[in-house]
């Protein structure tokens, strides 16, 4: 089943944050899934098993690297994301 989730990456207790969440969603479109950056929050979108390994990989390097919240949403009833980087 394909679903889409939205994430959003909040790295704690740093001044500069904004290679903690580049890092992610480099690491985010690695992985072959759809992934559509956003200011706020990153869009993906692919088969089930790949969005959820995705997140759950990606995730765990974000948090090796420090402390960090991963906010997320899915939905299986939103239609599928068009965008510049999709191998489904």
């Known amino acids: 089943m394909k679903i889409q989730a939205e994430l959003s990456l909040y790295p704690l207790r740093i001044r500069s944050y904004e290679k903690t969440i580049e890092a992610f969603i480099e690491d985010l479109s690695q992985s072959g899934i759809t992934v559509i950056p956003g200011a706020m929050s990153t869009m993906i979108a692919g088969e089930e098993d790949a969005v959820f390994q995705c997140i759950s990989e990606c995730y765990h390097r974000a948090a090796c690297s420090g402390d ?21």
Request: aromatic share 4%.
């Open 68 to 88: 960090v919240v991963l906010k997320a949403t899915f939905s299986n009833a939103c239609p599928v994301l068009k965008d510049h980087k999709n191998t489904d």
